[in-house]
Every structure is written in structure tokens, then in C-alpha cells.
């Protein structure tokens, strides 16, 4: 048998009701229900300049990026908006 939801809570860093709601949405809908699932909070806006900096940064330097180090290159020219 699997893991119990205290177990997987533990491994996700997640609470056990957010682990029996996925499991649950995925019982019910299957990879649409996770995929699909409503998120919490405002989304982010991104601006074109945003996007094309960051295609500028990729494209020019011989250098990986993580997502936190681009979204504080763009936070220091403040043209992302949270």
C-alpha cells in the first residue's frame, strides 16, 4: 500500500489538509484536477520588458539562472510588479 497522508505531508512540506484535498481532486478528475486546481493569492503581472530581459540575459551570458535570481534581477530594475 502507500504512503499516509501524514507521511507525504512531512515529505511535501505540505499541510495534511492540502495533501487530502490533491489526493482527493485527483480521485475525483485526475491529472486535470491537479493541474487545474484554483491558486491562491493575485497572479503576478509580468511586463514585455520583463520577458525580454530576461531572453536578453539567457541569450548573452554563458551562465545558468534559477527563477529566484531572475525574479531579483527584475525586482532591482522594479519593472515587476508583485
Known amino acids: 500500500m502507500g504512503w499516509k497522508v501524514e507521511k507525504i505531508a512531512v515529505y511535501l512540506k505540505w499541510s495534511k489538509q492540502t495533501v487530502r484535498e490533491t489526493i482527493h481532486r485527483w480521485n475525483q478528475q485526475g491529472l486535470m484536477g491537479l493541474w487545474h486546481s484554483p491558486r491562491t493569492g493575485g497572479k503576478r503581472k509580468w511586463m514585455a520588458q520583463d520577458l525580454w530581459e530576461i ?28
Do not use: N
Open 55 to 82: 531572453e536578453r540575459k539567457l541569450d548573452t551570458q554563458q551562465r545558468s539562472y534559477h527563477s529566484h535570481q531572475l525574479l531579483f534581477m527584475l525586482k532591482k530594475r522594479k519593472t515587476f510588479l508583485v
